[in-house]
């Protein structure tokens, strides 16, 4: 047999061998000493436990999930992601710690001072406790991360969802480009917002020149689809991170 068919035939017969150990991801991924590992993130990561992936300053850590199932393949394990999670947080805590006391729950809440309108990062949010949860309590910080503050926050006050909105990515007064497209047609105008919009919003534009209004949805900063890619878009929305 030629070298080059042998090493074929080698390669193929020594590929089941080679596949990654499959693991499952925790359902609530914890750490006590501020360095993730690979046994922390996932069941079944056996040798692997010990292999450290990330390290967690504060009290949350959010991963990305591409990044983390990178790492697992780096060290012979295999995390399908079936779930098509894209951030994985992992809160202080220890797999054999009893639950609360009696009477103190755990909750979110916010790092520091937040201002009206702003963004809520994974560093703004820490686990504390209380003496019990409000009913309109934020229950996973990844529901959190990238929402605005409707008013401003003080640091410590319990998240709650009915001080966040989706952040603006367009404000009214704003010089705004809408993209019409159908097909293998499209066209581009630039207009003026009539409102505030988040990413998914419809809102609409005012062509300055013939003052007519055109209905549109805001795709991001400064840009809006308008026509059927507009109904389009907001049918396709997919939520922007996982419950975990």
């Not at 702003?118 to 929402?147: N, R, T």
Request: charged share 15%; aromatic share 4%; net charge positive.
């Amino acid at each position: 047999m030629r070298p080059v068919l042998l090493a074929l035939a080698l390669a193929a017969l020594a590929g089941p061998c080679l596949a990654g150990q499959s693991v499952a991801l925790k359902p609530e991924p914890v750490d006590s000493d501020g360095v993730v590992t690979l046994g922390e993130l996932f069941e079944g990561a056996g040798s692997q436990s010990a292999v450290p992936v990330a390290s967690k300053p504060g009290a949350t850590v959010v991963l990305d999930a591409g990044a983390v199932q990178a790492a697992a393949r780096r060290a012979g394990l295999d995390w399908a992601n079936a779930e098509g999670y894209r951030r994985i947080i992992v809160r202080t805590g220890s797999a054999a710690a009893a639950g609360p006391a009696r009477g103190n729950v755990e909750v979110l809440t916010y790092a520091r001072n937040l201002n009206a309108g702003e963004v809520i990062g994974s560093q703004d949010l820490i686990w504390g406790k209380a003496a019990a949860a409000p009913a309109d309590a934020v229950q996973d910080a990844a529901g959190a991360i990238g929402m605005a503050a409707r008013r401003p926050l003080r640091a410590g006050a319990v998240a709650m969802t009915r001080d966040l909105a989706a952040a603006l990515v367009i404000k009214v007064g704003e010089q705004v480009t809408v993209t019409w497209r159908d097909g293998g047609v499209s066209l581009v105008l630039q207009g003026k917002a009539t409102a505030n919009a988040a990413v998914g919003d419809a809102f609409a534009v005012q062509n300055p020149a013939s003052k007519k209004i055109v209905q549109a949805v805001a795709t991001g900063p400064g840009q809006a689809l308008a026509g059927p890619a507009a109904d389009r878009f907001q049918a396709g929305r997919h939520p922007q991170i996982a419950s975990r």
